[in-house]
T-cell receptor, first 112, second 114 residues
Framework: DQQVKQNSPSLSVQEGRISILNCDYTNSMFDYFLWYKKYPAEGPTFLISISSIKDKNEDGRFTVFLNKSAKHLSLHIVPSQPGDSAVYFCAASEEYGNKLVFGAGTILRVKS | KAGVTQTPRYLIKTRGQQVTLSCSPISGHRSVSWYQQTPGQGLQFLFEYFSETQRNKGNFPGRFSGRQFSNSRSEMNVSTLELGDSALYLC?????????????FGPGTRLTVT
């Protein structure tokens, strides 16, 4: 039973344009959501997070939106850069503990 | 600060053998979690340790076990290896297990079972 779903296995975007990565979840107990980026041969790197009490969080070129009623979150990258090409994982956790539930990941390719 | 380190980086084992993987967290981090990444299942939570105690456990068979030492270093052990155990094993550390939040991942140990 996949509690966190990333339905797009891959996304290709032109440099300078917006990249939108989507994530859906089913567990209403999830209270905190995170995005990680992963390059080949490296571990995932934390990108940005959002608490369920918010609907938007920004950090530079990265913005995460949360729609609790739809159990949906998205990551916007503006403008996209070739160095953003990586696998992006959506993750969620309940209030306590570090047990992260990850989505399957979306491969982002930014073309120059 | 040095990041999370994992040893060894690559490992080849035969079915039926056992293996031990090691993780050193970021200095000052007291919580260590382990994840398995496979192409079919993605990243799956194995277990979390804090103060030498297992706090959370994922849905893995008892062949998968772990421990944490007083210096926060952690090891995970897989006994009676199966072909399906071939995966990237990732360790992550964080300062406080009581707060959800960012975890810092190591580069992983690539285990191949033949």
């Amino acid at each position: 039973d996949q509690q966190v779903k990333q339905n797009s296995p891959s996304l290709s975007v032109q440099e300078g344009r917006i990249s939108i990565l989507n994530c859906d979840y089913t567990n209403s107990m999830f209270d905190y959501f995170l995005w990680y980026k992963k390059y080949p041969a490296e571990g995932p790197t934390f990108l940005i997070s959002i608490s369920s009490i918010k609907d938007k969080n920004e950090d530079g070129r990265f913005t995460v939106f949360l729609n609790k009623s739809a159990k949906h979150l998205s990551l916007h990258i503006v403008p996209s850069q070739p160095g953003d090409s990586a696998v992006y994982f959506c993750a969620a956790s309940e209030e306590y503990g570090n047990k992260l539930v990850f989505g399957a990941g979306t491969i982002l390719r930014v073309k120059s | 600060k040095a990041g999370v380190t994992q040893t060894p980086r690559y490992l080849i084992k035969t079915r039926g053998q056992q293996v031990t993987l090691s993780c050193s967290p970021i200095s000052g981090h007291r919580s260590v979690s382990w994840y398995q990444q496979t192409p079919g299942q993605g990243l799956q939570f194995l277990f979390e340790y804090f103060s030498e105690t297992q706090r959370n456990k994922g849905n893995f068979p008892g062949r998968f076990s772990g421990r944490q030492f007083s210096n926060s270093r952690s090891e995970m052990n897989v006994s009676t290896l199966e072909l399906g155990d071939s995966a990237l094993y990732l360790c992550a550390s964080s300062p406080d297990p009581g707060l959800y939040g960012e975890q810092y991942f190591g580069p992983g140990t690539r285990l191949t079972v033949t």
